[in-house]
């Protein structure tokens, strides 16, 4: 079946450092790439999305690339701060209007 | 606007006990569903309703899981009898138009 796959599984950086999460997904039809950050207790938490007429998206310390034709995209957070750190998801649509698949999840530990 | 609300926050019972958890959206979107977490793992989607009716429900152990909406507002999901593989985190979402909103989750233990 369709799936999305996301590295890394863990990642620790230093505070004021940049991070990069990677994921890749199957489905050619898949348009939309959200970006989830959860905290220990809570549910995910969107963070930053791209649709895929868009190759890149930035808010603030916070871009989101996608490579249409390789199917990947990814997120990268500049300027770690400590309160980053969360486990972070990405997930793609299954077809143009289906429900989202999640990856595995990375977590992201920054230390002060 | 309020988020979505789940209830209870944490439950635990015993194997080949039922539970049912609750899920109030985000007033407006018709789009809700019910993903299950395990420990270390992404959500991975149960059941996706749109106003009232099911859209997809490919993956629900039909066995014993069951979900409806009635009305098109709340939701119940229910388990019943529980496993032990069943201990997750059940998560509602809702959306109107692309972006997920999620409830904080029910903790379900099954011993």
């Known amino acids: 079946g369709e799936n999305v796959e996301q590295h890394p599984s863990t990642l620790s950086v230093q505070e004021g450092d940049s991070a990069v999460i990677k994921c890749t997904y199957s489905d050619s039809a898949s348009n939309y790439f959200p970006w989830y950050k959860q905290e220990l207790g809570k549910g995910p938490q969107l963070i930053i999305d791209?649709?895929?007429?868009?190759g890149e998206k930035k808010d603030q310390r916070i871009a989101v690339t996608l490579n249409k034709t390789a199917k990947h995209f990814s997120l990268h957070i500049t300027e770690t701060q400590p309160e980053d750190s969360a486990v972070y998801f990405c997930?793609?649509?299954?077809?143009?209007?289906?429900?989202?698949?999640f990856g595995k999840g990375t977590k992201l530990s920054v230390k002060p | 606007e309020a988020g979505v609300a789940q209830s209870p926050r944490y439950k635990i019972i015993e194997k080949r006990q039922s539970v049912a958890f609750w899920c109030n959206p985000i007033s407006g979107h018709a789009t809700l569903y019910w993903y299950q977490q395990i420990l270390g793992q992404g959500p991975k989607l149960l059941i996706q309703f749109q106003n009232n009716g099911v859209v997809d429900d490919s993956q629900l152990p039909k066995d014993r899981f069951s979900a409806e909406r009635l009305k098109g507002v709340d939701s119940t999901l229910k388990i019943q009898p529980a496993k032990l593989e069943d201990s997750a985190v059940y998560l509602c979402?809702?959306?109107?138009?692309?972006?997920?909103?999620f409830g904080s989750g029910t903790r379900l233990t099954v011993v």
């Open positions: 997930a793609a649509n299954l077809g143009s209007q289906g429900n989202l698949i």
């Open positions: 791209i649709r895929s007429n868009v």
């Open positions: 979402a809702s959306s109107f138009f692309g972006g997920y909103t």
